[in-house]
């Protein structure tokens, strides 16, 4: 990955959760960011959570939950750059927050990206069906290269 034809640097992108498999994704997009002098965009999706009553699924209201899931992402994402990135790395990291689905909301980021990075969760058979994953997704409608990286990397 190096510079690009229209002149610009690389850019990658890679999603963060708080989870420690998004952890790992954002330390390893770091230094890929590093090796190639690419910008770095490091991006939360945040949905409101959904309620299953007696009239079916309902979104729950910040009213009723008390909380601003906007804010609740921001915070994790802040946290997590914070604890990851090096200030003295030079990788310029731009912050997204955004509100919708997660896979589609990273698809939409990674557009124009040279690449996308993302964690897995590791869930497989049943639940992984059922749950679905933002990772395969990913890999599978992305127009750009995607790493999925499970686990714990270490150093």
């Excluded at 939360?44 to 008390?66: C, H, K, L, R």
């Excluded at 990772?135 to 409608?141: F, T």
Aim: aromatic share 6%; with cysteine; net charge negative.
């Amino acid at each position: 990955m190096t510079g690009r034809k229209d002149g610009r640097s690389p850019r990658i992108v890679v999603g963060v959760d708080g989870s420690p498999s998004s952890l790992t994704a954002l330390r390893w997009a770091v230094r890929q960011a590093e090796c190639t002098g690419a910008t770095l965009d490091a991006v939360i999706a945040w949905q409101y959570p959904v309620n299953f009553g007696t009239y079916g699924w309902a979104p729950v209201s910040m009213e009723e939950d008390g909380a601003d899931f906007g804010e609740l992402a921001e915070k994790t994402l802040t946290d997590a750059i914070s604890k990851i990135v090096d200030p003295g790395t030079g990788v310029q990291v731009h912050q997204l927050v955004v509100q919708g689905n997660p896979a589609q909301v990273l698809l939409d980021a990674a557009r124009d990206a040279d690449l996308l990075v993302v964690g897995s969760r590791g869930h497989g058979g049943f639940t992984g069906a059922l749950l679905g994953s933002v990772s395969l997704h990913c890999v599978h409608h992305a127009h750009c290269p995607v790493v999925v990286l499970r686990g714990h990397v270490h150093d």
